[in-house]
């Protein structure tokens, strides 16, 4: 039973680095094959993936957060944590931690998903 919680700062101001910490039980984050992924839905608008740190440690992101997004992960808590440098106010979202898998070149889609945490940007 995999479990996923989002923690950090509700509130972060412009041009500041928002950055918050998933910790997963129930599951390793260096498990093959295994994706660990957040994604974020601003209020009133859709899903978007931000990015993912693999089982292995590789890191992707979207191309239109690329600049601005890092994600890393540390095994020994089995943490992983997102960093979004110079936020707006247009980064105001609920931000989630999830579980992707591909495997065998299939994917399988996200399994698990953290309750998602809101977070502010304002001054």
């Known amino acids: 039973q995999v479990q996923l919680q989002e923690s950090g700062p509700g509130l972060v101001k412009p041009s500041q680095t928002l950055s918050l910490t998933c910790t997963v039980s129930?599951?390793?984050?260096?498990?093959?094959?295994?994706?660990w992924s957040w994604i974020r839905q601003p209020p009133g608008k859709g899903l978007e993936w931000m990015g993912a740190i693999a089982y292995s440690g590789s890191t992707y992101y979207s191309p239109s957060l690329k600049s601005r997004t890092s994600i890393s992960r540390d095994t020994s808590k089995n943490q992983f944590t997102l960093q979004l440098s110079s936020v707006t106010p247009e980064d105001t979202a609920v931000y989630y931690c999830?579980?992707?898998?591909?495997?065998?070149?299939?994917?399988?889609?996200?399994?698990?998903w953290g309750k998602g945490t809101l977070v502010t940007v304002s001054s």
């Open positions: 999830a579980r992707e898998a591909l495997a065998d070149l299939y994917y399988y889609g996200m399994d698990y």
């Open positions: 129930g599951g390793s984050i260096t498990t093959n094959y295994y994706y």
